[in-house]
């Protein structure tokens, strides 16, 4: 007998809307606080728009959805076979290859290229941006390339430096990549004349990014994650699962991903909160964060979204923008705020979540026994994923109960190995 | 009005046969010379029956079946739009993802996985082989562990000691990966003896390899490339691929791959080349190699497959099984002969050559460009293969004519960044 354990979506089936859950929210989003002027130039002007949409359902441009087949969508979706066998669980498990059959190694592509194909629309020639662990550089950088823009990325010098096969890659799709702080704006000049190489942060390089986009017409500002529009280009993910869920006749009882700004769990996780909120549904909602940045465990205030106070504020579970968070390899999780809009959710109590120890060792070991039982390396992100689908697994055999759980890997790892290597010991 | 950019094979229509091309041949293949004693014992048996069988299809088992789709399989083949634009072509560019959706980042999974299997149904507990640039041993340790069987890999020292990342990638699949030559075996200790830090060599590795696995009754040696059944497997691409293009009413005119062994192209040439055999179809046949190796230039004759002189003899083109080759990044098509089964093609005039300079400034040029375009970072051995797609579009436009060209990206470029940075000096 032969076993399902890929189910492909027909191109013909890719979606052609995203969801907006805005209209749907239990209760109105709060507006953002303070001043607009600086980051309502600087975006681009349909990201704008969708950013505060009141539809239920946004059209994907017919150019764009051709852009959404060339970077590999739709992605499979993967029932876990052998990894069900191995914990020995009563859990079916699906996992969505985000990042395995991405071109840039991450969900990330999936917003850029949108955002690119606005900013082409809008006739602007350049997109700048900032980048900390680098998946989102890689991803702006091969976006702007395919829709004939130049890109600009502000890099944290001390990540710049030392991940250099990353820094090729962005250069390679002809990005100009700056180690920030650098010499190309004031903010940068004034901290490179204190020390020449200064480690910059992330809140020093979203400072030059802005004051470079600011500075330039034909330039805009675009970012990665928290927004609303973000947000909305990622349920593509979750569209996706949908619908090849539906061909196995499955609903997830769990939806599990990891969680830092947002983008990936609310790519998987948006389309199943709108039945949640919409229908009753029961499902469980599970983000996967570190002990490193529990944003989900702080507070639900107004605060800034960068270090330097920058940014409007925005209503969001927070840590404090300017609280010092200890270094782990699953970089792109290590974030003190998360999304207004899996805040306001979380608030109201759809979502669940658990932080894994900063050591790592426990995530790794899960990415460990996945690549063994399913064969696909993750990104050190994608491993809190799998940690907590693994734990899901385990308390539902545990229940005696027989539950879908979907997770997402939104990464792969193959210019990750110093982690595994330095936590594993291998 | 919606391009169709990528064509996607739905899992029920997974092929579940290979194609064996041998009684399809014009003449009967010349049988192997000298002594099979050795690689008769250590080879696994199916896989034996498979090199000299006189079946035109053979079936894929249920289970090898469900582990195909487990690595990705059906893989999407792309219309490169954004590079036929580019290149104002009147031709059609279609190319299959093997590289960029596999999980160990080239085609070479395809065989490990079915050698892994047939190791398995035959109560082995252990697979050894060698490894030179390192994506043959990445694709057996995956594929190994997946089965649950052990693996054992000798790689060549001087490529052992620098490619940290893709070495870690074979320990975490739980291989066991030693610098050739080694401390295991008669042949290792000897020249370790002479010289500690001995750099090695395929032919080494080969040898290491042989004595290891003969030792050890619950041990095979299992290959890569070159062999007959290893190309059998690897028709898997191109019937994926026939199928694909039958979904858009399309028949290819031009089908191209690098070669080097001959596995990828084989693979995705086989299908197409026995309908040129058998019905006369008129299709262009290219090799891209390198001129470091250009093997298919060289004599058709009795040749071994290693440089040592192990192996059998094989009817094959070759340029002399000590022959020096410069060193080059595509290192997976550095080699001096030609699997039998294209060589005797070859030599009937199917296919046709072309090597491209041992600088590989060219070939990596178009691997940028194609980056540039489609998105996706090739390996550098796929460099060869699109260096040869665009030569052959631009000759269509010169000719006026509409032509339909396939060609293979048999590997991603995500640990091969090196190669790139030191070529194109980025």
Redesign the interface.
């Known amino acids: ?11 013909k089936d890719l979606p052609d809307r995203w969801y907006n859950i805005i209209p749907d929210l239990p209760e109105p989003l709060p507006a953002a606080e303070g001043d607009m002027t600086a980051m309502g130039k600087a975006i681009i002007k349909e990201c704008l728009n969708q950013e505060f949409s009141a539809q239920n359902w946004v059209e994907i441009p ?1 150019e764009l ?3 959404y ?6 992605r ?1 979706l ?1 029932r876990a ?2 990894l069900e066998r191995r914990l020995d669980t009563s859990a079916e498990l699906y996992y969505k ?1 985000e990042g ?2 991405s ?3 991450s969900h990330k ?1 999936n917003t850029a290229i949108a955002q690119a194909y606005y900013a082409k629309q809008q006739g602007l020639g350049r997109l700048v941006t900032e980048t900390g662990a680098g998946q989102w550089g890689t991803a702006l950088s ?1 976006a702007a ?2 829709m004939g823009l130049k890109a600009t990325v502000y890099w944290v010098r001390a990540v710049y430096k030392w991940k ?2 990353r820094r ?2 962005m ?4 990005a100009d990549v700056f180690a920030s702080p650098s010499e190309n704006t004031e903010t940068g000049r004034k901290l490179v004349r204190q020390d020449s190489e200064h480690p910059g942060s992330l809140a020093i390089a979203i400072s030059e990014g802005l004051e470079d986009a600011l500075s330039d017409d034909r330039a805009a500002y675009v970012l990665g994650s928290v927004l609303n529009h973000v947000l909305l280009h990622q349920t593509i993910i979750g569209l996706e699962c949908r619908k090849q869920l539906e061909l196995v006749d499955r609903y997830p009882d769990v939806v599990v991903s990891c969680l830092g700004g947002g983008s990936n769990f609310g790519g998987i996780a948006l389309p199943f909160l709108g039945d949640a909120v919409k229908q009753g549904r029961k499902t469980r909602f599970v983000a996967a964060q570190s002990q490193a940045a529990p944003n989900l465990q702080g507070e639900y205030r107004y605060d800034n979204a960068d270090y330097s106070g920058i940014t409007p504020r925005l209503k969001m579970y927070t840590l404090g923008h300017q609280k010092e968070m200890p270094p782990i390899f699953g970089d792109g999780i290590r974030y003190h705020g998360c999304s207004p809009i899996l805040s306001l959710l979380r608030n109201r109590g759809y979502i669940d979540t658990v932080a894994y120890p900063t050591d790592e060792k426990y995530v790794f070991d899960c990415a ?1 026994l996945f ?7 993750p990104a050190p992100e994608s491993a809190y994923s799998i940690a907590a689908a693994i734990d899901e697994a385990n308390a539902c055999s545990e229940a005696g109960e027989s539950r879908t759980i979907l997770f997402n890997v939104s990464g ?1 790892g ?2 990750d ?2 982690g ?2 330095q936590v ?1 010991q ?1």
Chains 1, 2 share one sequence.
């Not at 087949?69 to 739709?74: L, M, V």
């Not at 250069?171 to 002809?174: A, D, I, Q």
């Open positions: 007998m032969r076993e399902v354990r890929q189910i492909s979506l027909p191109v017919d959805h051709g852009a087949q060339q970077i590999g969508r739709p499979p993967f076979v052998n290859a395995l059959f071109p840039t190694g592509i091969c390339r395919i250099e096969a090729d890659f250069k390679l799709y002809g460990k690549l063994s039982e399913e064969g696909f390396l792969h193959f210019m190995m110093e595994y290597r594993l291998i």
